[in-house]
Protein backbone atom coordinates (compact mmCIF):
# COMPACT_ATOMS: atom_id res chain seq x y z
CA UNK A 1 0.00 0.00 0.00
CA UNK A 2 1.27 3.73 -0.23
CA UNK A 3 1.52 4.62 2.99
CA UNK A 4 1.85 8.07 2.66
CA UNK A 5 3.17 9.96 5.40
CA UNK A 6 1.11 13.21 6.08
CA UNK A 7 3.29 15.15 8.18
CA UNK A 8 0.58 15.80 11.04
CA UNK A 9 3.40 14.44 14.31
CA UNK A 10 0.32 13.93 17.08
CA UNK A 11 -3.50 13.94 17.50
CA UNK A 12 -5.63 16.53 18.96
CA UNK A 13 -7.00 15.86 22.96
CA UNK A 14 -9.81 17.69 22.81
CA UNK A 15 -8.01 20.90 24.70
CA UNK A 16 -7.13 22.77 21.85
CA UNK A 17 -8.73 25.97 21.42
CA UNK A 18 -9.12 29.10 19.26
CA UNK A 19 -10.54 30.46 15.75
CA UNK A 20 -9.65 28.49 12.05
CA UNK A 21 -10.74 28.41 8.93
CA UNK A 22 -11.28 25.44 7.12
CA UNK A 23 -12.40 24.77 3.16
CA UNK A 24 -13.36 21.61 1.33
CA UNK A 25 -12.70 21.47 -2.33
CA UNK A 26 -14.49 18.04 -3.01
CA UNK A 27 -16.06 16.90 -6.33
CA UNK A 28 -18.96 18.85 -6.60
CA UNK A 29 -19.04 21.13 -3.80
CA UNK A 30 -16.87 24.07 -2.14
CA UNK A 31 -17.57 24.59 1.50
CA UNK A 32 -16.00 26.91 3.29
CA UNK A 33 -16.73 27.02 7.60
CA UNK A 34 -15.19 28.24 10.42
CA UNK A 35 -14.32 26.28 13.20
CA UNK A 36 -14.24 27.45 16.94
CA UNK A 37 -12.39 25.27 19.08
CA UNK A 38 -14.05 25.34 22.74
CA UNK A 39 -10.98 23.16 24.25
CA UNK A 40 -13.43 21.13 25.92
CA UNK A 41 -13.96 18.48 23.38
CA UNK A 42 -16.57 21.00 21.80
CA UNK A 43 -16.98 22.91 18.73
CA UNK A 44 -18.97 25.80 17.02
CA UNK A 45 -19.32 25.65 13.52
CA UNK A 46 -20.41 28.24 10.84
CA UNK A 47 -20.58 27.12 7.10
CA UNK A 48 -21.24 27.78 3.32
CA UNK A 49 -21.05 26.13 0.33
CA UNK A 50 -21.94 26.69 -3.29
CA UNK A 51 -21.35 24.33 -6.03
CA UNK A 52 -18.49 25.01 -8.39
CA UNK A 53 -19.50 26.11 -11.59
CA UNK A 54 -18.87 23.71 -14.42
CA UNK A 55 -16.87 25.35 -16.86
CA UNK A 56 -14.09 26.41 -13.88
CA UNK A 57 -13.53 22.58 -13.62
CA UNK A 58 -12.37 22.79 -17.32
CA UNK A 59 -11.19 26.26 -16.78
CA UNK A 60 -8.38 27.06 -19.02
CA UNK A 61 -6.03 28.43 -16.35
CA UNK A 62 -5.54 27.24 -12.43
CA UNK A 63 -5.74 30.50 -11.27
CA UNK A 64 -9.38 31.15 -12.79
CA UNK A 65 -10.20 28.20 -10.39
CA UNK A 66 -8.43 29.30 -7.07
CA UNK A 67 -9.57 33.05 -7.46
CA UNK A 68 -12.98 31.72 -7.39
CA UNK A 69 -12.09 29.75 -4.20
CA UNK A 70 -10.59 32.71 -2.88
CA UNK A 71 -13.78 35.01 -3.40
CA UNK A 72 -15.57 32.63 -1.65
CA UNK A 73 -13.68 32.99 1.08
CA UNK A 74 -13.71 36.55 1.12
CA UNK A 75 -17.53 36.53 0.99
CA UNK A 76 -17.96 33.91 4.36
CA UNK A 77 -15.69 36.47 6.16
CA UNK A 78 -17.40 39.33 5.10
CA UNK A 79 -21.13 37.38 6.34
CA UNK A 80 -19.85 35.96 9.04
CA UNK A 81 -16.58 37.43 10.78
CA UNK A 82 -17.27 40.98 9.70
CA UNK A 83 -15.65 42.76 13.14
CA UNK A 84 -12.24 40.57 12.27
CA UNK A 85 -12.24 41.63 8.94
CA UNK A 86 -12.77 45.07 9.52
CA UNK A 87 -10.04 45.35 12.32
CA UNK A 88 -7.24 43.59 9.73
CA UNK A 89 -7.96 46.42 6.83
CA UNK A 90 -7.46 49.03 9.81
CA UNK A 91 -4.50 47.45 11.11
CA UNK A 92 -2.88 47.37 7.34
CA UNK A 93 -3.74 50.73 6.81
CA UNK A 94 -2.06 52.38 9.67
CA UNK A 95 0.77 49.84 9.58
CA UNK A 96 4.35 52.20 9.01
CA UNK A 97 5.84 49.53 6.89
CA UNK A 98 4.18 46.82 5.17
CA UNK A 99 7.12 44.10 6.09
CA UNK A 100 7.32 45.08 9.34
CA UNK A 101 3.61 44.64 10.53
CA UNK A 102 2.49 41.77 12.01
CA UNK A 103 -0.54 40.34 12.11
CA UNK A 104 -1.37 38.23 15.36
CA UNK A 105 -5.18 38.21 14.14
CA UNK A 106 -4.62 36.05 10.74
CA UNK A 107 -6.81 33.38 10.29
CA UNK A 108 -4.62 29.81 9.86
CA UNK A 109 -6.32 28.21 7.07
CA UNK A 110 -6.43 24.05 6.77
CA UNK A 111 -7.53 23.23 3.39
CA UNK A 112 -9.23 19.62 2.82
CA UNK A 113 -8.20 19.01 -1.23
CA UNK A 114 -9.45 15.40 -2.05
CA UNK A 115 -7.72 15.01 -5.19
CA UNK A 116 -4.39 12.52 -5.86
CA UNK A 117 -1.63 15.07 -4.22
CA UNK A 118 1.70 14.28 -3.72
CA UNK A 119 2.29 16.23 -0.14
CA UNK A 120 5.51 17.51 0.40
CA UNK A 121 4.96 19.20 3.75
CA UNK A 122 2.38 20.29 6.44
CA UNK A 123 0.89 23.19 4.13
CA UNK A 124 2.52 21.91 0.73
CA UNK A 125 1.69 19.71 -1.83
CA UNK A 126 1.67 19.29 -5.76
CA UNK A 127 -1.72 17.79 -7.88
CA UNK A 128 -0.74 14.56 -9.53
CA UNK A 129 -3.75 14.50 -11.42
CA UNK A 130 -7.34 16.06 -11.68
CA UNK A 131 -10.23 13.19 -11.09
CA UNK A 132 -14.06 13.20 -10.98
CA UNK A 133 -14.49 15.67 -14.00
CA UNK A 134 -11.76 18.05 -13.17
CA UNK A 135 -9.36 18.82 -15.83
CA UNK A 136 -7.22 22.21 -15.95
CA UNK A 137 -3.78 20.90 -16.96
CA UNK A 138 -1.71 23.78 -16.06
CA UNK A 139 -2.40 23.15 -12.14
CA UNK A 140 -0.63 19.23 -12.48
CA UNK A 141 2.51 19.55 -10.72
CA UNK A 142 1.58 22.84 -8.73
CA UNK A 143 1.51 23.47 -5.13
CA UNK A 144 -2.12 23.80 -4.91
CA UNK A 145 -1.84 25.59 -1.61
CA UNK A 146 0.56 28.40 -2.86
CA UNK A 147 -2.10 28.67 -5.94
CA UNK A 148 -5.05 29.73 -3.15
CA UNK A 149 -2.73 31.29 -1.20
CA UNK A 150 -1.89 33.69 -4.31
CA UNK A 151 -5.33 34.31 -4.92
CA UNK A 152 -6.09 35.18 -1.12
CA UNK A 153 -3.04 37.95 -1.34
CA UNK A 154 -4.29 39.44 -4.60
CA UNK A 155 -7.73 40.16 -2.16
CA UNK A 156 -5.74 40.96 1.04
CA UNK A 157 -7.47 38.83 2.83
CA UNK A 158 -6.06 38.46 6.55
CA UNK A 159 -5.95 34.45 5.85
CA UNK A 160 -2.91 32.04 5.80
CA UNK A 161 -3.11 28.26 4.35
CA UNK A 162 -1.31 26.43 7.21
CA UNK A 163 -2.10 23.09 6.50
CA UNK A 164 -3.20 20.59 3.16
CA UNK A 165 -5.50 18.00 4.54
CA UNK A 166 -6.82 14.48 3.21
CA UNK A 167 -10.08 13.35 4.56
CA UNK A 168 -9.54 10.28 6.40
CA UNK A 169 -6.93 12.54 8.49
CA UNK A 170 -9.42 15.18 9.23
CA UNK A 171 -11.86 12.29 10.61
CA UNK A 172 -8.93 11.32 12.73
CA UNK A 173 -8.42 14.54 13.61
CA UNK A 174 -11.91 15.21 14.28
CA UNK A 175 -12.52 12.35 16.17
CA UNK A 176 -9.64 12.32 18.30
CA UNK A 177 -11.03 16.45 19.71
CA UNK A 178 -14.48 14.91 20.24
CA UNK A 179 -14.29 11.52 21.25
CA UNK A 180 -14.92 11.02 25.56
CA UNK A 181 -11.74 10.17 28.00
CA UNK A 182 -8.48 10.96 27.59
CA UNK A 183 -7.42 8.22 25.03
CA UNK A 184 -6.05 9.41 21.56
CA UNK A 185 -8.01 8.06 18.40
CA UNK A 186 -5.64 5.52 16.64
CA UNK A 187 -7.22 5.58 13.21
CA UNK A 188 -10.06 7.60 11.01
CA UNK A 189 -11.53 5.61 8.20
CA UNK A 190 -14.07 6.64 5.67
CA UNK A 191 -16.46 4.47 3.56
CA UNK A 192 -18.38 7.27 1.74
CA UNK A 193 -17.86 7.01 -1.89
CA UNK A 194 -14.96 5.60 -1.44
CA UNK A 195 -12.48 4.01 1.71
CA UNK A 196 -8.96 4.61 3.09
CA UNK A 197 -7.83 5.31 6.03
CA UNK A 198 -5.12 7.56 8.27
CA UNK A 199 -3.47 5.92 11.36
CA UNK A 200 -0.80 7.05 14.43
CA UNK A 201 2.31 4.95 13.57
CA UNK A 202 5.40 4.89 15.88
CA UNK A 203 7.86 7.48 13.46
CA UNK A 204 10.75 5.03 14.07
CA UNK A 205 8.76 2.85 11.90
CA UNK A 206 8.75 4.97 9.16
CA UNK A 207 10.82 4.18 6.47
CA UNK A 208 10.08 6.68 3.63
CA UNK A 209 12.31 9.86 3.52
CA UNK A 210 10.12 12.52 4.03
CA UNK A 211 11.55 16.08 2.83
CA UNK A 212 9.38 18.62 4.60
CA UNK A 213 9.73 19.96 8.15
CA UNK A 214 8.07 18.44 10.65
CA UNK A 215 8.08 18.12 14.71
CA UNK A 216 10.07 15.50 15.63
CA UNK A 217 9.44 15.10 19.36
CA UNK A 218 6.21 12.95 19.46
CA UNK A 219 7.83 10.22 18.03
CA UNK A 220 4.65 9.79 15.88
CA UNK A 221 3.69 10.46 12.19
CA UNK A 222 0.18 10.36 10.87
CA UNK A 223 0.49 7.85 7.37
CA UNK A 224 -2.33 7.41 5.04
CA UNK A 225 -3.11 4.18 4.16
CA UNK A 226 -4.39 4.22 0.66
CA UNK A 227 -5.90 1.09 1.67
CA UNK A 228 -8.74 1.62 -0.88
CA UNK A 229 -5.93 -0.12 -3.51
CA UNK A 230 -5.08 -3.01 -1.01
CA UNK A 231 -4.49 -6.55 -2.84
CA UNK A 232 -4.55 -5.36 -6.62
CA UNK A 233 -3.38 -8.56 -7.36
CA UNK A 234 -6.25 -10.22 -5.85
CA UNK A 235 -4.04 -12.50 -3.67
CA UNK A 236 -6.69 -12.63 -0.74
CA UNK A 237 -9.44 -11.03 -1.69
CA UNK A 238 -13.01 -12.91 -2.26
CA UNK A 239 -14.01 -12.81 -6.11
CA UNK A 240 -17.36 -13.28 -7.68
CA UNK A 241 -18.14 -12.92 -11.58
CA UNK A 242 -19.82 -10.22 -10.40
CA UNK A 243 -16.50 -8.20 -9.33
CA UNK A 244 -14.48 -10.00 -12.40
CA UNK A 245 -17.66 -7.81 -14.64
CA UNK A 246 -17.26 -4.32 -12.57
CA UNK A 247 -13.35 -4.57 -12.68
CA UNK A 248 -13.51 -5.26 -16.57
CA UNK A 249 -15.45 -2.54 -17.72
CA UNK A 250 -14.34 0.37 -15.07
CA UNK A 251 -12.33 3.31 -16.02
CA UNK A 252 -9.36 1.49 -13.87
CA UNK A 253 -9.48 -2.20 -14.22
CA UNK A 254 -6.82 -4.03 -11.78
CA UNK A 255 -6.99 -0.76 -9.69
CA UNK A 256 -8.59 -0.35 -5.99
CA UNK A 257 -9.77 -3.92 -5.90
CA UNK A 258 -10.08 -3.59 -2.24
CA UNK A 259 -12.25 -0.51 -2.78
CA UNK A 260 -14.43 -2.51 -5.44
CA UNK A 261 -15.89 -4.25 -2.88
CA UNK A 262 -16.69 -2.06 -0.27
CA UNK A 263 -17.42 1.60 -0.70
CA UNK A 264 -20.36 3.26 -2.02
CA UNK A 265 -19.72 4.14 -5.55
CA UNK A 266 -19.11 0.17 -6.53
CA UNK A 267 -22.09 -1.82 -4.23
CA UNK A 268 -25.20 -0.44 -6.22
CA UNK A 269 -22.83 -1.84 -9.35
CA UNK A 270 -22.19 -5.12 -7.84
CA UNK A 271 -26.01 -5.24 -7.57
CA UNK A 272 -26.99 -4.42 -10.69
CA UNK A 273 -25.08 -6.53 -12.24
CA UNK A 274 -26.22 -9.39 -10.07
CA UNK A 275 -29.33 -8.92 -10.84
CA UNK A 276 -29.06 -8.18 -14.91
CA UNK A 277 -27.35 -11.89 -14.75
CA UNK A 278 -30.11 -13.29 -12.96
CA UNK A 279 -32.86 -11.92 -15.41
CA UNK A 280 -30.87 -13.59 -18.66
CA UNK A 281 -30.70 -16.75 -16.89
CA UNK A 282 -34.03 -18.98 -18.07
CA UNK A 283 -34.58 -20.86 -15.11
CA UNK A 284 -34.90 -17.84 -13.20
CA UNK A 285 -37.74 -16.01 -12.80
CA UNK A 286 -36.88 -12.70 -11.21
CA UNK A 287 -39.27 -9.27 -11.99
CA UNK A 288 -41.08 -11.71 -14.42
CA UNK A 289 -44.63 -13.14 -12.87
CA UNK A 290 -43.87 -16.63 -13.35
CA UNK A 291 -43.94 -18.08 -9.71
CA UNK A 292 -45.00 -15.16 -8.01
CA UNK A 293 -47.41 -16.73 -5.42
CA UNK A 294 -47.43 -13.42 -3.26
CA UNK A 295 -47.85 -11.08 -6.33
CA UNK A 296 -50.45 -8.44 -6.83
CA UNK A 297 -52.72 -10.69 -9.17
CA UNK A 298 -54.07 -7.66 -11.23
CA UNK A 299 -51.19 -5.95 -12.57
CA UNK A 300 -48.27 -7.67 -14.46
CA UNK A 301 -44.52 -6.97 -13.20
CA UNK A 302 -42.93 -4.68 -16.29
CA UNK A 303 -39.98 -3.65 -16.50
CA UNK A 304 -38.68 0.35 -17.84
CA UNK A 305 -36.80 0.56 -20.98
CA UNK A 306 -34.54 3.16 -19.06
CA UNK A 307 -34.81 1.40 -15.84
CA UNK A 308 -30.81 2.06 -14.40
CA UNK A 309 -30.85 -1.72 -14.25
CA UNK A 310 -29.47 -1.53 -18.29
CA UNK A 311 -27.37 1.62 -17.24
CA UNK A 312 -23.66 0.80 -15.83
CA UNK A 313 -23.23 2.44 -12.69
CA UNK A 314 -26.83 3.96 -12.57
CA UNK A 315 -27.93 1.95 -9.00
CA UNK A 316 -27.32 3.92 -5.93
CA UNK A 317 -25.97 2.17 -2.74
CA UNK A 318 -28.66 3.52 -0.76
CA UNK A 319 -31.14 0.94 -2.19
CA UNK A 320 -29.05 -1.36 -0.41
CA UNK A 321 -30.02 0.37 3.00
CA UNK A 322 -33.55 0.55 1.75
CA UNK A 323 -33.96 -3.28 1.49
CA UNK A 324 -31.79 -4.07 4.56
CA UNK A 325 -33.95 -1.82 6.84
CA UNK A 326 -37.42 -3.72 5.39
CA UNK A 327 -38.26 -6.29 7.43
CA UNK A 328 -42.02 -6.39 7.29
CA UNK A 329 -43.79 -9.10 5.71
CA UNK A 330 -45.07 -7.87 2.42
CA UNK A 331 -41.30 -5.59 1.72
CA UNK A 332 -43.63 -2.75 1.03
CA UNK A 333 -40.98 -0.55 1.24
CA UNK A 334 -38.58 -2.35 -0.51
CA UNK A 335 -40.90 -2.76 -3.52
CA UNK A 336 -41.68 0.85 -3.49
CA UNK A 337 -37.69 1.76 -3.76
CA UNK A 338 -37.52 -1.07 -6.85
CA UNK A 339 -40.32 0.77 -8.84
CA UNK A 340 -38.68 4.48 -7.90
CA UNK A 341 -35.10 3.42 -8.67
CA UNK A 342 -35.13 0.32 -10.54
CA UNK A 343 -37.70 1.09 -12.40
CA UNK A 344 -39.52 -2.10 -11.79
CA UNK A 345 -43.47 -2.00 -11.34
CA UNK A 346 -45.32 -4.60 -9.95
CA UNK A 347 -42.54 -6.45 -8.23
CA UNK A 348 -43.65 -9.71 -6.20
CA UNK A 349 -42.53 -10.51 -3.06
CA UNK A 350 -40.56 -12.95 -3.94
CA UNK A 351 -38.64 -10.79 -6.54
CA UNK A 352 -38.11 -7.95 -3.34
CA UNK A 353 -36.44 -11.32 -1.12
CA UNK A 354 -34.13 -11.89 -4.24
CA UNK A 355 -32.96 -8.64 -4.05
CA UNK A 356 -32.67 -7.96 -0.36
CA UNK A 357 -30.38 -11.06 0.04
CA UNK A 358 -28.22 -10.11 -3.14
CA UNK A 359 -28.23 -6.44 -1.29
CA UNK A 360 -27.63 -8.08 2.26
CA UNK A 361 -24.43 -10.58 1.04
CA UNK A 362 -22.79 -7.65 -0.81
CA UNK A 363 -22.98 -5.35 2.09
CA UNK A 364 -22.52 -7.73 4.45
CA UNK A 365 -18.90 -8.92 2.57
CA UNK A 366 -18.27 -5.15 2.35
CA UNK A 367 -18.64 -4.25 5.86
CA UNK A 368 -16.55 -7.61 7.27
CA UNK A 369 -13.90 -6.72 4.43
CA UNK A 370 -14.07 -2.95 6.07
CA UNK A 371 -13.75 -4.82 9.86
CA UNK A 372 -10.76 -6.78 8.61
CA UNK A 373 -8.93 -3.48 7.63
CA UNK A 374 -9.29 -1.55 11.04
CA UNK A 375 -8.30 -4.98 12.44
CA UNK A 376 -5.26 -4.83 10.51
CA UNK A 377 -4.26 -1.20 11.97
CA UNK A 378 -5.21 -2.44 15.79
CA UNK A 379 -3.22 -5.48 15.15
CA UNK A 380 -0.62 -3.62 13.92
CA UNK A 381 -0.48 -0.91 16.04
CA UNK A 382 -0.09 -3.19 19.04
CA UNK A 383 -2.32 -0.69 20.70
CA UNK A 384 -4.52 -3.88 22.51
CA UNK A 385 -1.46 -4.64 24.25
CA UNK A 386 0.38 -1.72 24.77
CA UNK A 387 2.72 -2.59 28.03
CA UNK A 388 3.88 -5.56 26.34
CA UNK A 389 6.89 -5.00 28.78
CA UNK A 390 6.65 -8.61 30.08
CA UNK A 391 5.19 -7.75 33.62
CA UNK A 392 1.99 -8.51 33.69
CA UNK A 393 -0.76 -5.65 34.66
CA UNK A 394 -4.08 -6.63 36.41
CA UNK A 395 -6.33 -8.48 34.74
CA UNK A 396 -8.68 -6.34 32.46
CA UNK A 397 -12.10 -6.13 32.73
CA UNK A 398 -12.30 -7.59 29.21
CA UNK A 399 -9.89 -10.39 29.95
CA UNK A 400 -12.36 -11.51 33.15
CA UNK A 401 -15.25 -10.62 30.65
CA UNK A 402 -13.99 -13.58 28.83
CA UNK A 403 -13.17 -15.42 32.09
CA UNK A 404 -17.09 -15.51 32.77
CA UNK A 405 -18.57 -16.08 29.64
CA UNK A 406 -16.48 -19.23 29.28
CA UNK A 407 -16.51 -20.81 32.78
CA UNK A 408 -18.72 -23.96 31.85
CA UNK A 409 -21.93 -24.31 33.70
CA UNK A 410 -25.61 -24.64 32.96
CA UNK A 411 -27.46 -23.19 30.86
CA UNK A 412 -29.43 -20.70 33.16
CA UNK A 413 -26.08 -20.19 35.07
CA UNK A 414 -24.66 -19.41 31.63
CA UNK A 415 -27.40 -17.17 30.43
CA UNK A 416 -26.88 -15.06 33.41
CA UNK A 417 -23.47 -15.21 33.71
CA UNK A 418 -23.42 -14.01 29.90
CA UNK A 419 -25.76 -10.92 31.40
CA UNK A 420 -22.96 -10.55 34.01
CA UNK A 421 -20.09 -10.26 31.52
CA UNK A 422 -22.08 -7.48 29.12
CA UNK A 423 -22.23 -5.51 31.81
CA UNK A 424 -18.72 -6.06 32.86
CA UNK A 425 -18.16 -5.71 29.04
CA UNK A 426 -19.64 -2.28 29.17
CA UNK A 427 -17.55 -0.95 31.65
CA UNK A 428 -14.23 -1.63 30.43
CA UNK A 429 -11.57 0.33 31.76
CA UNK A 430 -11.12 3.71 30.00
CA UNK A 431 -7.83 3.46 28.95
CA UNK A 432 -7.82 0.50 27.72
CA UNK A 433 -10.14 1.66 24.64
CA UNK A 434 -9.03 1.60 21.56
CA UNK A 435 -10.61 4.22 19.93
CA UNK A 436 -11.42 4.79 16.17
CA UNK A 437 -13.74 7.60 14.32
CA UNK A 438 -15.32 7.03 10.80
CA UNK A 439 -16.73 8.62 8.38
CA UNK A 440 -19.28 8.19 5.49
CA UNK A 441 -22.34 7.44 4.19
CA UNK A 442 -22.00 4.00 3.94
CA UNK A 443 -21.31 3.20 7.53
CA UNK A 444 -23.52 5.95 8.74
CA UNK A 445 -26.63 4.57 6.73
CA UNK A 446 -26.54 0.90 6.31
CA UNK A 447 -27.94 -0.57 9.04
CA UNK A 448 -25.98 -2.77 11.08
CA UNK A 449 -23.04 -2.21 8.96
CA UNK A 450 -20.34 -1.43 12.19
CA UNK A 451 -22.20 -5.13 13.50
CA UNK A 452 -20.81 -6.64 10.56
CA UNK A 453 -17.52 -4.74 11.39
CA UNK A 454 -17.14 -6.29 14.27
CA UNK A 455 -17.94 -9.76 13.89
CA UNK A 456 -14.92 -9.40 11.31
CA UNK A 457 -13.19 -8.01 14.43
CA UNK A 458 -13.76 -10.83 16.90
CA UNK A 459 -13.01 -14.10 14.27
CA UNK A 460 -9.42 -12.21 14.58
CA UNK A 461 -7.29 -14.81 16.39
CA UNK A 462 -4.75 -11.49 17.85
CA UNK A 463 -8.26 -9.58 18.48
CA UNK A 464 -11.28 -11.96 19.66
CA UNK A 465 -13.98 -11.28 21.39
CA UNK A 466 -12.07 -9.56 24.86
CA UNK A 467 -10.22 -7.36 22.04
CA UNK A 468 -13.17 -6.48 19.99
CA UNK A 469 -14.87 -5.04 23.35
CA UNK A 470 -12.33 -2.83 23.77
CA UNK A 471 -12.39 -0.69 20.20
CA UNK A 472 -14.83 1.87 20.35
CA UNK A 473 -15.89 3.28 16.74
CA UNK A 474 -17.37 6.78 16.79
CA UNK A 475 -19.01 8.64 13.88
CA UNK A 476 -16.76 11.79 13.38
CA UNK A 477 -19.24 14.54 13.14
CA UNK A 478 -18.25 17.52 10.03
CA UNK A 479 -15.07 15.91 10.41
CA UNK A 480 -13.64 17.27 7.43
CA UNK A 481 -14.17 20.96 8.55
CA UNK A 482 -13.20 20.12 12.60
CA UNK A 483 -10.14 17.64 11.65
CA UNK A 484 -9.12 20.47 9.22
CA UNK A 485 -9.07 23.49 11.79
CA UNK A 486 -6.96 20.87 14.13
CA UNK A 487 -4.67 20.19 11.50
CA UNK A 488 -3.94 24.58 11.16
CA UNK A 489 -3.75 24.60 14.67
CA UNK A 490 -0.92 21.83 14.59
CA UNK A 491 0.52 23.65 11.45
CA UNK A 492 0.76 27.19 13.50
CA UNK A 493 2.66 25.92 16.11
CA UNK A 494 5.09 25.01 14.02
CA UNK A 495 4.89 27.58 11.90
CA UNK A 496 5.54 29.79 15.39
CA UNK A 497 8.96 27.62 16.09
CA UNK A 498 10.17 28.09 12.37
CA UNK A 499 9.09 32.01 12.72
CA UNK A 500 11.17 32.23 15.71
CA UNK A 501 14.45 30.46 14.00
CA UNK A 502 13.47 32.95 11.34
CA UNK A 503 14.26 36.03 13.41
CA UNK A 504 17.05 34.72 14.56
CA UNK A 505 18.70 34.17 11.39
CA UNK A 506 17.46 38.23 10.69
CA UNK A 507 18.70 39.85 13.56
CA UNK A 508 22.28 37.94 13.30
CA UNK A 509 22.31 38.69 9.53
CA UNK A 510 22.14 42.61 10.73
CA UNK A 511 25.24 42.11 13.25
CA UNK A 512 27.78 41.57 10.35
CA UNK A 513 27.74 39.86 7.32
CA UNK A 514 31.48 38.08 8.35
CA UNK A 515 30.87 37.33 11.48
CA UNK A 516 27.99 35.54 11.62
CA UNK A 517 28.87 32.97 8.58
CA UNK A 518 29.10 30.03 10.37
CA UNK A 519 25.87 30.84 12.27
CA UNK A 520 23.60 31.11 9.88
CA UNK A 521 24.73 28.09 7.34
P1 LIG B 1 -18.28 11.51 0.01
O1 LIG B 1 -17.64 10.18 -0.07
O2 LIG B 1 -18.32 12.24 -1.30
O3 LIG B 1 -17.71 12.35 1.10
P2 LIG B 1 -20.62 10.29 1.32
O4 LIG B 1 -19.88 9.93 2.52
O5 LIG B 1 -21.98 10.88 1.50
O6 LIG B 1 -19.86 11.30 0.37
O7 LIG B 1 -20.77 8.96 0.44
C1 LIG B 1 -21.51 8.95 -0.73
C2 LIG B 1 -21.66 7.51 -1.19
O8 LIG B 1 -22.46 6.79 -0.26
C3 LIG B 1 -22.32 7.36 -2.54
O9 LIG B 1 -21.61 6.38 -3.26
C4 LIG B 1 -23.72 6.88 -2.23
O10 LIG B 1 -24.17 5.97 -3.22
C5 LIG B 1 -23.54 6.15 -0.92
N1 LIG B 1 -24.72 6.26 -0.07
C6 LIG B 1 -25.44 7.38 0.19
N2 LIG B 1 -26.45 7.13 1.02
C7 LIG B 1 -26.38 5.80 1.32
C8 LIG B 1 -27.15 4.90 2.12
N3 LIG B 1 -28.23 5.32 2.79
N4 LIG B 1 -26.76 3.61 2.18
C9 LIG B 1 -25.70 3.17 1.50
N5 LIG B 1 -24.94 3.95 0.72
C10 LIG B 1 -25.26 5.25 0.63
MG1 LIG C 1 -16.62 12.39 2.76
Redesign the pocket.
Known amino acids: MSQIPTYVTGVPNGTEKGLYLAVDL?GTNFRVCSIQLNGDTTFNLIQSKVAIPKELMVAKTAKELFAFLAKQIELFLKTHHEDRFAAHIRRRQTASTPEGYRDEHIFRLGFTFSFPIHQIGINRGTLMRWTKGFDIPDAVGQDVCALLQKEIDALHLPVRVAALVNDTVGTLMARSYTSPGKTGTLLGAIF???TNGAYVEKLSAVTKSMEGDFDKSTGEMVINTEWGSFDNNLKVLPTTPYDAQLDRDSVNPGIQMFEKRIS??FL?EILRIALTTMMKKPDVSLFADANSSHNDYRSTTTIDETSCLFTQWAV???I??IAEADNSVGLRALRQEIEKSLGVSAASIEDAQAVKEIAHAVAKRAARLSGAAIGAIVIHTGRLNPGASGVPGPKSAAAITEDIKNLKISEAVSATANKLADTAGLAVNEDEIVDIGVD???VE??PGFEDYMRDALRILPEIGAAGERRIRIGIAKDGSGVGAALIALVAAKMEAKQDYLGDLRARLAEVGEEENESATS
Open positions: GGTGGMGDSSLSGSLFY
